[in-house]
Each structure stands twice: as C-alpha cells, then as structure tokens.
C-alpha cells in the first residue's frame, strides 16, 4: 500500500481530498487533525484510515511515522496570530518536509496560494513586503523550497526538493452539509445580497476560480502519479475578468444590467473615503495590482479529467444559491 500523511483535513479541500481518496485500497491514509471533532465523516469506518490527533506545533512526535511515509499532503496552514502563522505555516511544515525519508518518500503535494506569484507565474515580492502574516509567511515558506536559507537556518533538505510540488490555489469555492464551507462560498450568499448595487458598477480585474472537488481531483492524480522532479502548479480555470463573471452572476439570478459606471481608481479611493473604510497595504496593492492573472493554470479539465465546477453558472448551482443552503437569496 502507499502510505499517505495528511495535514489540514478538516477543512474544506481536506475534506474534499478524503473523500477522493477513501475509496481507492491502495492506500492508507494517516490523517493529522487538530480537531477532530471538526471532520464530517467518521475515520473509523475505513480500515486502512489512521486518524491522528494533534497539529503542526508537535509534529516531531511523528517522526517515527513520517520515515515511512511515501506520499505527504501537506494542506494545513493558519493566520490570525503572527508568532502561531509563522510557526505553523514556515517552521513546523518545513519541519516536516525535512522529517520524511528521502529514500522512501516518492513525492510532497505542498499547499500554497496563487497570491504569492506575479502574472508570469513568479515570486512577487510585494507579497513578501506588504503581504498579510499569512500571505508572507506562504512567500517565506515558498523561498525556503525553492532553496533559499531563511534566518534561523531554516531550509530544505536537497535530496526533497525535487520531490516536491506546490500547487497554488487561487479564489477557492466550496462546501457542502457534511463538508466545510470555504471562506468564500461562507460568505457567498451575503455578498450576492448587494448584487442589484454591485451590478451597476463595472471594475478593472481578472482572476481566476476553483471549486475544492476539482482542487481534490487534481490533487488525486499527482498522488497517483508522482511527478518525480520539482513541480509548480497553479490551480484554477480559465481567466475570468470581473466584468464578464458580474455578467454571469445576473444572467444566472435572472437579473439584467442596463448600464454600468466604469469604478477607477480615484472613484473607489472615493467611496473607500466616504466610507471610511480601513485599507492595509496589502488590501491597498491588490486593488492597483487588479489582474490577479497566471499562465497555464491546471483543472481536472487540463488533465483530461472532468471538472466539476468549471463555469460560474455551476459555481453557483454547486453553492447552493436559489436554493438556500449558503444564507438569503439574493
């Protein structure tokens, strides 16, 4: 069997990712999970699942384990308090990364997020300077991976560089009544009740989106198969400017739009004045950087899988909207 160590199952993709996996009997799954209280199915169900109570801050308890480890997924992140952020999402999983077997480990799935890579698919140092305790942290984590010795010492073992793939998520939707919601789909219903304001206004922006089923498929073929050399993979569908998924959204809620007020920069300088809202610098960079944009991004689509949720129309259907399952009906 190939032995495969989870971390962050309990969330959304985590839960997305078990259910990917559970059924498949080549495997055994160790599952580490700071609550599992928190999990929505019952691990004891699956003979070949291991639940492992704990987190990141104790992850030498499991070094014995992690030596016989061929796969690791490594999901688990955390923001909010800075010294918990660094320690969790720098520290702990490069702790980890350097805790397996380079001789019995085949590959390391690495969680980051698309919010650290310019448009040509780089290291954006903006991210690092006026990024979020968890945005810099997932740009010091990403340096450290790819070679750079941080202050303390902290780096990579070289014979596991290569064996590693970051796969940078970008907008994550998701959930379900026995799975986590993401933050974003939690918070989807709410903001699609401002749609009949936000439709009359037309913003410069791109992006892209991917629903957690489709990241846990892809992330079930790299488990499968192993890329054997270092890998970089953002994961997303295709491009979506945010005048075109605006238009979307009210063709789906059978909403029309007859106009729109082009919002500039000096025209949401504006309304961020008169509402006086509180904008960070890295709040403040993203609204001029707007095209958060990147090459080649992969979906079970690209693979030659299906895809779940490859459009906003099914975005929606897949959150439940007009149904009622993610709050009010706009």
Same mark, same amino acid.
């Given at each position: 069997m190939k032995r495969i160590f989870i971390t962050g199952v309990s969330g959304c993709i985590g839960h997305y990712l078990a259910e990917a996996l559970l059924p498949i009997a080549d495997y055994e799954l160790f599952l580490l999970a700071r609550n599992p209280q928190k999990l929505r199915f019952n691990p004891r169900d699956y003979p070949r699942v291991h639940l492992i109570p704990g987190d990141l801050a104790q992850i030498e308890d499991q070094a014995e384990l992690l030596k016989t480890i061929d796969c690791a997924v490594l999901i688990a992140t955390s923001w909010g308090d800075p010294e918990e952020t660094f320690q969790t999402n720098v520290v702990k999983t490069l702790t980890l990364i350097n805790l397996l077997d380079p001789d019995r480990c085949e590959q390391i799935i690495y969680f980051s997020t698309a919010s650290i890579l310019d448009r040509q698919g780089h290291p954006l140092p903006e991210a690092g300077e006026l990024g979020t305790d968890y945005i810099r942290t997932k740009y010091l984590c990403h340096q450290a991976l790819s070679g750079e010795v941080l202050a303390g010492g902290l780096t990579v073992n070289p014979e596991l560089t290569e064996k590693i793939t970051v796969v940078y998520p970008t907008l994550v939707f998701g959930g379900a009544e026995d799975k986590p919601y993401s933050h974003l789909s939690g918070g989807l219903g709410e903001i699609l009740n401002w749609l009949n304001l936000i439709r009359w206004f037309q913003a410069d922006? @791109?992006? +892209? %989106?991917? +629903? $957690?089923? !489709?990241? $846990?498929? &892809? &992330? $079930?073929? /790299?488990v499968a198969h192993p890329q054997?050399?270092?890998? !970089?993979?953002? =994961?997303?569908n295709a491009p979506l400017t945010v005048k075109a998924a605006l238009a979307e959204i009210c063709a789906y809620l059978g909403k029309s739009v007859y106009f729109q007020i082009p /919002? @500039?920069?000096? =025209?949401a300088n %504006? %309304?961020? #004045? /008169? %509402?006086?809202?509180?904008?960070?610098?890295?709040? #403040?960079?993203? =609204?001029?950087? #707007?095209h958060f944009t990147y090459p080649n991004p992969v979906n079970p689509d690209a693979l030659g899988l299906e895809s779940y949720s490859p459009t906003v129309a099914r975005l929606l259907e897949a959150s439940g909207i007009l149904s009622g399952k993610t709050g009010p009906t706009p």
């Open positions: 922006g @791109s992006f +892209h %989106f991917i +629903h $957690a089923r !489709d990241i $846990a498929r &892809v &992330v $079930a073929y /790299l054997g050399r270092r890998q !970089d993979w953002v =994961l997303g /919002l @500039s920069i000096p =025209l %504006f %309304f961020i #004045r /008169l %509402f006086r809202i509180e904008m960070a610098p890295w709040d #403040r960079f993203c =609204l001029n950087y #707007r």
